[in-house]
């Protein structure tokens, strides 16, 4: 059944009409046409299309459209703001952290996430970090090179 | 920068498809079927305000072809790749190409697409010649601009020569410039497609909103070998907006909402008939082997087999297997078919535009101009997207809705079980070393599965006999190229082999290979991985946990090193280092070069540790990433890439070579660590500690 349901996206405050236990993915790529969330297993295990709800780190094919009312969700077109790109987005750029691009933008928000609560994380630290989220074309090493220098971007510096 | 202009620019730097319609007349194709166009105008186009753009059939799957090609252009017409819009893939647009597969694109299209820049640079040369009236000697050109280096107030540029039109002249072949007046081969180029992909703006097919949308869900059945029989779909059809559509056997679920298709679909209730396989993921090696033994042929045959195994002083023989394995595109087949005024448009995930587009005709039966292939963005294709069986769903549901746009987007469970898989193989192989220790006198191998492809490499052997099936249908499942085919399950085997034998024998396996390579190439490119990696020559297993393999694809030549460390109580492998030097020829853009072999290594350590399809009958039991176990981060060791110096070699493909040798020089390392050699791709735990279990015990 339809109800309203209210939160923050990407700085800005939303409403939708949805069923509440729709999943935020659909809500994000279908209703509001942000698609730069991706799908790629639709149960949780692959990370392509995390997100950021209150500045945690979720995937968004397993979260309701009701468990974020009221809350701040970030996707990857929120992530860089007046034109500046976020420094995990420079990082990717700069080392070339992708192929494809399909798990990019989960990549980019897990990692995000993680470096916001600690820049200053050593390279197994940020393995663990970023191990829920696959990738397929085999940019793994770049990707860690990049968290790690967005870490120290981010003032990091251990 | 404002938000305003850096969305702008973002939007720009997704801006695959710069030209959305033909300039002038429609796209310029080949004059026989099979064969490249001629005429430049096909693959280059300068706009009135001075940009060029780059058709091309090929496709961006993340491998760059975006980026090296534009490069290609970049450097003839003296100008920044960022200079040049690539449209790729567009059926409508760019003229007819291979698949984007087997590593043609740097070794068939790129020289084609120079060529044609080099043939651009010297008419529009030629023209700006007549119009500053000045001979070409006198003139240079960058950025777009021509003017005379005498008098640089002098100039033109390339939109005020062309002015939007199609360059008439024609100079017939034209050389293009020689490397050493290059300026961007061998160099570090940004790649073209960051930006959109950084910000969630590339557009894969599901990221079409085409207005009045509807989602398809495809009814499948349990198996492979069952079609659909009767279908009640009462219950589906209670859901506001649910259409059914039914073309023969396929039977689909159409809504506005893709996530409400997908719940109506389950309230259908199908029937199913047919006959499922009776095979299983345990017993499917020797239904190979058995099924495939009438139907072996002799591919290869030199020497004396008998008179080299009289030669030998040391035989090993031993059986190789490989399972199924699945291409696992991060991105699922996708598609969006729009059925309007008689033509069919597909937007889709392929890796072969052009072979789709006449695989769509064919099905719909229509003539070629009658469909429209655009390729997006791709999210990996890897062998797996060569067709569009998802694109044929498709088109065969838009077809019966005309002016809606259908799209077709296969979940995680679908793309698993409809997948053409990396071929289950079995490879036999009996040999033998001289007493010198220096000499293969026999080789006698035997396949079933794949074929003999790739499985001879520059080594010496005095007597060999290669035999591989003639038996179509073999496989109980759908199969498929997977990156490197045939070659990396040769490969996997004849390396374990050759590391088998020097063990046996005990000299150590780079000597052994020494000894065997008749290929100056191969042998140059050994002494460079072996030096770069610092391996101290010593007969295994060491307990080092190193290992080595050779691997070749066409001219493409890879050495590969891997240390690992065996958890004997687990069978756990750890890759703790791994090192490929490469011979590709020259190579173009060395950061996109050094990303294939990266991604190839990272990729094949799950196929070598991890990575397998389980069924039983012809039910797929790997529904999704919780069994079907990819390579995730902690997989993922330390990689080197070196690269041979061998500028003067045409530049070979880099996404089939560097894949080949992995497994081996995995298993290889195994066996180095431990002193069990494990024959069964992929090398699971269960299956390290079967290998362990087998050992003498001391």
Redesign the interface.
């Known amino acids: 059944m339809d109800t309203t349901v209210s939160f923050v996206l990407n700085g800005k405050a939303v409403t939708v009409r949805s069923p509440r236990d729709?999943?935020l993915v659909?809500v994000l790529?279908?209703e509001l046409?942000?698609?730069?969330?991706?799908?790629?297993?639709?149960?949780g295990?692959?990370g392509?299309c995390t997100v950021l709800v209150d500045i945690e780190a979720v995937p968004s094919c397993s979260t309701t459209l009701g468990d974020v009312a009221g809350k701040t969700v970030l996707?990857?077109?929120g992530?860089?703001?007046?034109?500046?790109?976020n420094p995990v987005?420079k990082a990717?750029?700069e080392h070339?952290a992708?192929?494809?691009?399909?798990?990019?933008?989960g990549m980019?928000l897990a990692a995000w996430a993680f470096l916001k609560k600690k820049p200053r994380a050593t390279r197994t630290e940020i393995?663990?970090a970023?191990?829920g989220?696959?990738?397929?074309?085999?940019?793994?090493?770049?990707?860690?090179d990049a968290v790690e220098s967005a870490g120290k971007a981010m003032g990091g510096v251990r | 920068m404002r938000r305003r202009d850096f969305l702008q620019g973002v939007a720009a730097g997704a801006l695959t498809f710069f030209f959305t319609t033909p300039l002038g007349s429609a796209p310029i194709q080949p004059t026989r079927p099979g064969a490249y166009p001629e005429d430049f105008n096909a693959y280059l186009k300068i706009s009135a305000d001075g940009r060029v753009g780059c058709f091309v059939g090929k496709v961006e799957l993340g491998q760059g072809a975006m980026t090296v090609l534009a490069m290609l252009v970049a450097e003839e017409l003296e100008l920044d790749p960022a200079q040049v819009d690539m449209c790729l893939g567009d059926t409508d647009l760019c003229p007819w190409d291979m698949p984007t597969g087997g590593s043609l694109t740097m070794w068939h299209t790129a020289p084609v697409l120079r060529g044609a820049a080099a043939e651009a640079r010297a008419v529009l040369l030629r023209m700006a010649s007549k119009t500053l009236g000045a001979p070409v000697a006198d003139l240079a050109l960058k950025d777009g601009a021509i003017w005379v280096k005498a008098a640089p107030t002098r100039r033109t540029t390339f939109g005020e020569l062309v002015k939007g039109r199609k360059m008439e002249r024609h100079l017939g072949k034209v050389k293009p410039k020689p490397l050493s007046d290059c300026t961007l081969i061998g160099r570090r180029v940004p790649r073209k497609d960051a930006l959109a992909k950084i910000t969630g703006a590339a557009k894969y097919a599901g990221d079409l909103r085409l207005p009045g949308t509807l989602h398809a869900c495809v009814l499948r059945p349990p198996a492979h070998g069952l079609t659909l029989a009767t279908a009640d779909t009462a219950a589906a059809e209670r859901i506001p907006g649910v259409r059914i559509v039914r073309d023969g056997t396929l039977l689909a679920v159409l809504h506005p909402q893709p996530d409400t298709a997908r719940t109506a679909l389950a309230l259908v209730k199908g029937t199913f008939e047919g006959t499922e396989p009776d095979v299983d993921d345990v017993r499917i090696y020797q239904y190979l082997v058995d099924k495939a033994a009438p139907g072996q042929r002799v591919m290869i045959s030199r020497g004396d087999l008998a008179v080299g195994e009289k030669r030998a002083a040391t035989v090993v023989e031993e059986e190789y297997r490989n399972a199924y394995e699945s291409h696992a595109t991060l991105e699922p087949h996708t598609s969006v078919a729009k059925w309007e005024e008689g033509r069919m448009t597909v937007w889709a995930s392929t890796q072969s535009p052009f072979v789709l587009r006449d695989a769509v005709a064919e099905a719909l039966k229509l003539g070629q101009d009658k469909v429209r292939i655009i390729a997006q963005f791709v999210g990996g294709g890897f062998g797996g997207k060569l067709v569009g069986p998802g694109a044929v769903e498709a088109v065969r549901i838009a077809h019966k809705v005309p002016g809606v746009p259908i799209q077709v987007a296969w979940n995680r469970e679908e793309d698993l079980f409809l997948d053409t898989y990396r071929p289950a193989a079995v490879v036999k192989i009996r040999s033998g070393l001289d007493a010198g220790r220096g000499a293969i006198t026999f080789w006698d191998s035997t396949v079933a599965g794949v074929s003999q492809g790739e499985a001879e490499l520059a080594y010496d052997m005095q007597a060999t006999r290669y035999q591989a099936p003639a038996v179509p249908g073999l496989h109980p499942l759908r199969v498929g190229a997977w990156r490197a085919p045939n070659a990396h399950t040769n490969a996997f085997a004849r390396e374990s082999q050759l590391d088998a034998l020097a063990a046996k024998a005990g000299v150590d396996p780079v000597t052994l290979r020494r000894r065997l390579i008749n290929d100056a190439r191969l042998l140059r490119l050994l002494d460079l991985a072996v030096e770069t990696f610092g391996w101290e020559p010593a007969p295994g297993p060491t307990g080092r946990g190193i290992g080595l393999a050779c691997g070749a694809w066409r001219q493409g030549l890879v050495v590969a090193l891997a240390q690992v460390a065996v958890d004997k109580t687990t069978g756990k492998v750890k890759t703790e280092r791994f090192l490929e030097a490469v011979d590709v020829g020259l190579v173009v853009n060395p950061d996109g070069a050094r990303q294939q072999v990266e991604g190839a290594i990272t990729m094949c350590i799950g196929q070598a540790l991890s990575e397998e399809i389980h069924f039983k009958g012809g039910r797929i039991l790997d529904k999704n990433f919780d069994t079907y176990l990819l390579p995730r981060f902690s997989a993922i060791p330390r990689i080197e890439v070196v690269f041979a110096d061998n500028a003067a070699m045409a530049t070979q493909g880099i996404g089939e070579p560097p894949v080949v040798p992995v497994a081996a020089a995995l298993a290889n390392a195994v066996f180095d660590a431990t002193g069990a050699r494990v024959t069964h791709v992929p090398f699971t735990p269960e299956r390290v500690l079967e290998a362990l279990k087998r050992l003498p015990t001391k």
């Open positions: 729709r999943m659909w790529r279908d046409g942000l698609t730069g969330t991706k799908v790629g297993c639709e149960a295990l692959c392509a996707t990857i077109e992530l860089a703001l007046d034109g500046q790109l987005q990717f750029q070339h992708f192929q494809c691009g399909y798990c990019t933008s980019i393995v663990e970023m191990e989220n696959l990738c397929r074309c085999g940019a793994h090493v770049r990707i860690l």
